[in-house]
Every structure is written in C-alpha cells, then in structure tokens.
C-alpha cells in the first residue's frame, strides 16, 4: 500500500506507513507533536502496569527510571533478594519493549543469558578443578598454576562482558525509531 502523504510502499495490511507514520486508512498525518517524556513514577506505574506485556514499544525514559528504580530497591536490606524476584519479570518485559522501540528483536537479551551462562560454566570449572586438585594431591601441579589458567580465561571473559555492556548502553540511549513499526505505534506520539 503506497503511503499519500510521503510515497512510501508498505506491506498490504499496514495500517500506518513506516517513514512518516501517516494513518493509511484515513490518510490522517500525524501531528508530529511528542508527548511529554514520561516521568518516574510514570514509568513505575507502567512497568508493573505493563509485568506481563513483553509486546510493543518503551521509551529510554520508561526503560532507565525502571531501570533506577529495580536497582534502588534491590539494594534494600534484608528483603531486597525479595524484591529482585518481584521485578525480574517486568525488568524483562520494559526491556523487551525497549529493544522493540529501537527496531530490535527482543531475542537480543539471550546474549545477556549467554553471557551469564558462560560465566557459570567458568565458575563451576574452576571449583570443580580446586576440588580435583586437593583430592589428587599431585604436588606436580599447583594450585598457582590453576589459577593462573584460569586467571586468563576470567579476563577474556571480563573484557567480553565490558564489550556487551557498552554495546548494550549504546543501543539503550539511542533515540527509538519514529513512528510506527512492526512493533507497534510510537510511545512519543499520541494514538488518537
């Protein structure tokens, strides 16, 4: 369907084109007028709102308040293991629809689980070496040398996650895509 407003084709059941977001049923253009950034308590509201929808778009507002609020809270003594069970599942859903904003697949975040994965596979590694050593009790090998070994290893591993997160971070602070996507309509714009 060829949009009127800007001559943009897009897919036969698009109800709004791609580029300028023109409604191709109507032919209404948007405004272009951006809502008010979303605030903190907001975005609160939203992400426990919204624990389940894993659907549509967040705003980089939306995404770090959550994001500053989860890891406020977490740190609260005595109940925050608590509270980090209470908002994993919300921090994964505003995640996912904020990956959705910036045109990505929520499948992004399985780098996050491979990274973790590969860290737990190290750790396990190197405790069950420690264990082996100490019941072989082979004075040819050191504990030193183990750790020397395995020293390395943790480093790449270390510069990997440094290189995800910065990535992660870019991604993250960039301006989501305007107007709407497959993903859904644009969080800075009215529907109505």
Known sequence: MKCTACGQDNEENAQFCGVCGTN????????????????????????????FTFSGRATRAEYWFWTLFSTLVQG????????????????????????????????????WLSLGGVWILWSVGFVLEVIGLEESRNPEVEFWDILGTWLIWAGFLTLASIGVVIWWVVWFVRKGDKGPTKYGPDPRHSTS
Do not use: C
């Open 24 to 51: 191709l049923i109507s032919g209404e253009v948007s405004v272009g007028t951006e809502l008010p950034m979303v605030g903190f308590g907001q975005a609160i509201s939203r992400g426990f709102s919204n624990y």
């Open 76 to 111: 609260i003594p005595l109940v925050g293991w608590l509270i980090s069970l209470a908002v994993l599942i919300p921090s994964i859903a505003v995640t996912s629809r904020r990956l959705h904003d910036i045109g990505k697949s929520a499948w992004w975040m399985t780098v």
